[in-house]
């Protein structure tokens, strides 16, 4: 069955860095495009980040474009998010999340994993 590891949180300080990575297991990675998606306490998820089977096309919210990058190594089946700048509105559990099928829209998706937290406080 799909299988989707994050991890790479943490406790970080405004305008620092984390590296967030997703393991995806149980279905074939390179067909699907990825998503990463968060949830801040008492708020309701949002998608923050996509990105194509091959990696050419990416999508970012407004709130993080320019801080963070998606990308994806499909030879490895993972996931990664690279966040940059953070702000303390960046606090969240982030979850990677996998394409409804293997046409990618940006933000459609079924299947996500339990997540990684992210904390930016100083």
């Known amino acids: 069955q799909v299988q989707l590891v994050e991890s790479g949180g943490g406790l970080v300080q405004p305008g620092e860095s984390l590296r967030l990575s997703c393991a995806a297991s149980?279905?074939?990675?390179?067909?699907?495009?990825m998503h990463w998606v968060r949830q801040a306490p008492g708020k309701e998820l949002e998608c923050v980040s996509a990105?194509?089977?091959?990696?050419?096309?990416?999508y970012y919210a407004n709130s993080v474009k320019g801080r963070f990058t998606i990308s994806r190594d499909n030879a490895k089946n993972t996931l990664y998010l690279q966040l940059s700048g953070l702000k303390t509105e960046d606090t969240a559990a982030y979850y990677c999340?996998?394409?409804?099928?293997?046409?990618?829209?940006?933000?459609?998706?079924?299947?996500r994993g339990q997540g990684t937290q992210v904390t930016v406080s100083s």
């Open positions: 990105i194509s089977r091959g990696g050419e096309f990416t």
């Open positions: 999340a996998k394409s409804l099928n293997t046409v990618y829209v940006p933000c459609v998706y079924n299947s």
């Open positions: 149980g279905f074939t990675f390179s067909d699907y495009g």
